[in-house]
């Protein structure tokens, strides 16, 4: 896939730890590789990739913290690839690396959502700048994701002490004669919430959640079928208030670990569906 290998160990021989991952996607071989040396002397791990095809390989192994991409490339052009980047990882900058014969798509690229364009041939020194700003731009929110899933790790554990003190029910109530408490239960479809005892049955199956993946499933279940966007879904399930970009990366966690309880198969979900750059809906 690269002429030369990730060598994600370059930085930490140097004594620099490695702790962004960039992708560089140009087809011009020598302006590749010098711009894979400049970031790797910085501490940068680095992957690169000759055209679209690599790319989208490169993509589907993991996300990355920055992207440079070339927007004059042979079969897929850069501005395509632009929009199926923003689609898989919405909220990961790209710069857009051009020449002043095509600075009028470099513009049109960052109205499309790249953060920022840099002229061929680029400066080492102003690369390096601008790379550390743009990084620096996204590890804030980052650090603060962190910490709010640390303390959600904490609650989930200090509420799963509590609940273990509480005994699981063996079903929901189904019988007209024993007809569920509606402060109690929660049931759409094949799916019933006891919000006592903090139990999910799926098909009257018990289903194993934490605690705060319990409460996001509640905050579906209430809207369903609606979308619920980003932010509705943290401020409800969480009591956060954030931006966007913020609600978008705290909600990913969660819903992966709601679809490997409830989907039977998670590349094609049934019951949590995705509506793109909104949300998410319930669908029971």
Do not use: W
Request: with cysteine.
């Amino acid at each position: 896939m690269s002429d030369i290998p990730p060598d994600s160990n370059a930085a930490s021989e140097r004594g620099v730890p490695s702790v962004h991952t960039i992708l560089v996607v140009d087809d011009e071989p020598l302006l590749r590789r010098s711009l894979a040396l400049i970031l790797r002397r910085a501490g940068h791990q680095v992957t690169m990739a000759a055209n679209a095809h690599e790319a989208r390989r490169c993509l589907e192994a993991g996300p990355f913290d920055l992207i440079f991409l070339d927007l004059k490339m042979p079969g897929v052009d850069g501005l395509t690839l632009l929009a199926e980047i923003r689609a898989r990882q919405a909220d990961t900058p790209v710069l857009i690396l051009t020449a002043h014969g095509t600075l009028e798509s470099a513009m049109e690229a960052v109205r499309q959502g790249a953060r920022d364009y840099m002229l061929k041939p680029f400066e080492p020194d102003a690369l390096v700048l601008r790379v550390s700003q743009v990084l620096a731009e996204q590890d804030r929110p980052r650090r603060r994701r962190e910490i709010a899933s640390r303390l959600d790790e904490l609650v989930d554990e200090l509420q799963s002490l509590d609940a273990s003190k509480v005994p699981p029910i063996a079903t929901a109530p189904k019988t007209e004669a024993a007809a569920p408490e509606p402060a109690r239960y929660l049931q759409r479809g094949k799916l019933c919430l006891d919000l006592h005892t903090r139990r999910v049955l799926l098909k009257d199956q018990p289903i194993a959640l934490t605690p705060s993946t319990f409460e996001y499933l509640v905050t579906l279940m209430r809207h369903s079928p609606n979308c619920v966007s980003y932010q509705t879904l943290v401020e409800e399930s969480q009591g956060y208030r954030v931006c966007r970009a913020e609600a978008r990366e705290m909600v990913r966690g969660r819903i992966h670990e709601l679809r490997k309880a409830l989907e039977p198969d998670m590349r094609h979900p049934e019951y949590v569906i995705t509506v793109r750059d909104v949300g998410y809906r319930l669908v029971t």
